[in-house]
């Protein structure tokens, strides 16, 4: 228990250290007409998510435990972390950040011990999926929250899991939930109020830490249907970019067309509301499938596809209904 205490307080203090850099060197975010926020921000707060498991390995070695299985992890958490923060600063090239996302899941492969000839096929499918999900994440981060909100909704089940399965250190889990608090604190507060963003060496970051996590229980059940624990944002990350293909947009160019930030900016939605909604949302998600869910890989599948189809109906229903008002914010941006 002190441990953890310890941890929470370093990590509180290293984030106040974190300001005082990101206001020297102007580390901030000003809003466009894309933004859901009005202010100048400091930007890169989420720097935290990689410090609390750079905590958490310090922790395990000052108690004797071996932790070299999980050192590629580590290097492509710093690898991701990095170019993530470097991007805060000066926009990098897309083709570079993807090559170094790209080694850096590969390094947390050879962690989950899946770089062997026997997973070949598995590999390229994994990579896919981990790539995409981190991309969707980063995409989603455009409220005060929302990343913090929907990293404990993610982690939480996954915790509550390991009690019973042990498929991984129930202390990384912990720590990285701390971690997810201390930036709370700062970030999860009404529009206008949040003290920093996440930028995308926070989404970026806990996105790895997370699946990092999703993989350990994916590869100790053998079963895939636990990305139900990613639905909500999956969902609204994936209809979002059908809509957008449908518009015949770039969908490289920065835009404010997720459902979250409807509700936020167009229906005047408080930031820490919609948070609410997304992660209770996915916590409900979440917990009904490991607790009222028959424990078969038929009713898995089962609930995973009736619970993404009703998820996407509700997409669809919500943006037919309220897109207009996103429609006539873009032409009054043109007058």
């Given amino acids: 228990m002190w441990g953890y205490i310890s941890i929470a307080v370093i990590l509180l203090v290293a984030e106040l ?13 000003k809003p466009n007409e894309r933004s859901s926020h009005s202010r100048i921000v400091l930007r890169g707060g989420g720097v935290i998510f990689t410090l609390s498991i750079i905590a958490w390995a310090v922790m395990m070695l000052v108690q004797g435990n071996d932790i070299t299985g999980y050192i590629p992890f580590l290097i492509g958490l ?3 972390a990095g ?3 470097v991007d805060d600063i000066h926009s990098l090239p897309d083709s570079l950040r993807m090559a170094v996302q790209i080694v850096a899941f590969l390094l947390m492969f050879w962690s989950l011990g899946m770089m062997q000839w026997s997973m070949w096929w598995v590999i390229p499918i994994a990579l896919f999926f981990c790539v995409g999900a981190t991309n969707i994440i980063n995409f989603m981060d455009g409220i005060n929250g929302i990343t913090a909100g929907y990293g404990l909704a993610m982690l939480i089940p996954i915790l509550l899991l390991n009690i019973n399965m042990e498929f991984m250190e129930q202390s990384y889990l912990i720590v990285a939930i701390i971690g997810i608090l201390v930036f709370s604190y700062f970030n999860m507060r009404p529009k206008g109020k949040a003290k920093c963003f996440a930028g995308d060496v926070g989404s970026i970051a806990i996105a790895f830490i997370i699946l990092f996590a999703l993989g350990k229980l994916m590869l100790a059940t053998g079963d895939v249907t636990y990305i139900v624990f990613f639905l909500w944002y999956g969902v609204d990350g994936a209809m979002t970019i059908f809509h957008r293909i449908m518009l015949h947009e770039n969908l490289g160019q920065a835009h404010r067309k997720h459902a979250f930030q409807l509700m936020s900016n167009e229906l005047k939605m408080g930031h820490v509301t919609v948070t609410m909604i997304y992660a209770i949302g996915q916590l409900a998600v979440s917990l009904g499938f490991i607790y009222l869910c028959p424990d078969t890989v038929l009713a898995h599948w089962i609930y ?3 619970a993404g189809l009703v998820l996407a109906g509700a997409y ?3 943006m037919k209904k309220y897109y207009h008002l996103h429609e006539e914010y873009l ?3 043109k007058k």
């Fill in 78 to 80: 710093l690898m991701v």
């Fill in 304 to 306: 995973l596809v009736a």
């Fill in 17 to 29: 250290v974190y300001f005082k850099i990101a206001d020297h060197f102007n580390i901030v975010d």
């Fill in 316 to 318: 669809v229903v919500f």
């Fill in 331 to 333: 032409a009054s941006l």
């Fill in 83 to 85: 170019i993530s923060f």
